[in-house]
């Protein structure tokens, strides 16, 4: 099963190689995945996934397409 | 002109048929002569009160439009804006909080475009580190208020459009003064602060927000509709943001601004927000856009 992750801004540094195609474990939810990438859960404010809002114990699913992101408020 | 005349009279005997974008012809009131009709009407009883030019000027544009005469300086809209949606700008109110990097590009598009009654409030001045990206931010306006140099803006690019300056940071009880009368409200403040306030204050006020934000060459742009969940509920107002690390350079910010204007034109001019619940989610590095029920 793959994702395409996307992490954006402050969290982009966190990004593995080949994260458009990112293999992940059957069952695994977003903390998971956060975990494994090493973001810590602080920073993560957003998580969108198929371009809706999800919380971190959602499930991800073969070919979902992933966003993480921080707080941004600059103008 | 002769006395005589009255105003839409006059209006009629100096539009001139000209050719739309679309190639389609329509009466197009020169720009000229808008402001020879405003300086006459500056003289009549009755108008010596607050910006007498600035309110004649657009009784002029909005006299035109109601005859289906355009104002030569809107030609350009003429297919995006409608003569209708063209009069419902002139004759709306934004509350526009913040004028630095989005503030200012949001303003000069809303100013352009003749969005009529803008008040807009911001406290800082400038500084040297805004030059990057702040359209206010000039070698002149460093160091003055960014509300001054705004007001200054306006009646360079606008002068038909009815501005209000404040500046002054605005707590949230100063929002809810600021908020009334609005027909929308504009999120264009920096930092995660204070947007939960005005947030809270625009649903109070019943008004639509318009909010934007970016980090180094990512951002988003979100309407909240009343009661409504928005950005400044996910990312709260203590969270370590990062634009602190990635900065705020020129091209995201200006984005972000383009994208919130475009969205709030689409509002005042009486269209269903594109953004209602939702946050259009970008990146200028890898040029991809998404866009993010919430």
Excluded: W
């Excluded at chain 2, 000209?18 to 000229?32: A, E, K, M």
């Amino acid at each position: 099963m793959h994702i395409a992750l996307k992490c954006f801004a402050t969290l982009s540094r966190f990004t593995p190689p080949e994260a458009e195609a990112f293999a992940i474990e059957p069952g695994e939810t977003v903390a998971d995945l956060v975990k494994r990438l090493g973001i810590p859960p602080a920073d993560l404010k957003l998580v969108f996934i198929n371009g809706a809002h999800v919380e971190p114990d959602a499930k991800l699913a073969d070919g979902d397409r992933v966003g993480l992101f921080p707080a941004v408020g600059g103008g | 002109m002769p006395l005589s005349l009255t105003l839409d009279e006059s209006i009629r005997a100096l539009a001139r048929a000209d050719t739309r974008p679309d190639g389609g012809q329509c009466q197009v009131l020169p720009y000229f002569a808008v402001q020879d009709l405003a300086r006459g009407l500056g003289r009549s009883p009755g108008n010596g009160k607050g910006h007498p030019h600035s309110k004649a000027m657009a009784r002029v544009e909005l006299a035109a439009l109601e005859l289906g005469i355009l104002p030569e300086r809107y030609q350009r809209n003429s297919t995006t804006y409608s003569f209708t949606e063209q009069i419902r700008l002139l004759t709306s109110r934004v509350a526009l909080i913040g004028l630095g990097g989005l503030g200012g590009h949001a303003l000069e598009i809303l100013a352009r475009t003749g969005v009529g009654h803008i008040c807009a409030a911001d406290g800082d001045e400038f500084q040297p580190s805004n030059l990057n990206r702040q359209l206010l931010c000039t070698r002149r306006s460093i160091s003055g208020y960014k509300a001054a140099a705004a007001a200054a803006r306006v009646q360079q690019v606008n002068p038909a459009v009815d501005f209000e300056p404040v500046a002054a940071y605005l707590d949230e009880e100063l929002m809810e003064r600021f908020l009334v009368g609005a027909d929308l409200a504009v999120d264009a403040l920096g930092g995660l602060k204070d947007r939960p306030a005005l947030l809270h204050q625009a649903a109070r006020a019943g008004i639509p927000l318009v909010t934007a934000a970016v980090a180094g060459q990512a951002g988003y742009v979100a309407t909240v509709l009343p009661g409504a969940k928005g950005p400044s509920d996910i990312f709260g107002a203590d969270s370590e943001a990062a634009e602190n690390t990635l900065g705020t350079p020129a091209p995201a910010v200006v984005a972000a601004a383009a994208l919130m204007s475009a969205e709030a034109l689409n509002i005042l001019c009486g269209r269903e927000p594109r953004l209602a619940g939702a946050m259009l989610v970008f990146d200028l590095e890898g040029m991809s856009f998404e866009r993010v029920s919430l």
